[in-house]
């Protein structure tokens, strides 16, 4: 259950750090500001997915029908 609650709290700060990106990203005027976002937007997205991966790999899977 510890595994769990913690895959759950790297969702949820994963989740809020996209937000925060994606209006970082909706905000940046110059061309640079625009990379940066897009970059760190890229890499919390390739973060959710592994998180999604590993929802997928460790529950079990009658939860998962659920």
Do not use: G
């Not at 970082?24 to 390739?46: C, G, P, S």
């Not at 959710?48 to 079990?60: A, Q």
């Amino acid at each position: 259950m510890t595994d769990l609650f913690n895959a759950f709290l790297i969702a949820t700060a994963t989740t809020a750090a996209a937000n925060q990106l994606l209006h970082k990203l909706k905000v940046a005027r110059t061309a640079d500001l625009i990379r940066e976002a897009a970059r760190d937007y890229l890499n919390v997205f390739q973060t959710c997915w592994r998180v999604k991966l590993y929802f997928d790999e460790s529950l079990d899977p009658k939860l998962t029908m659920i």
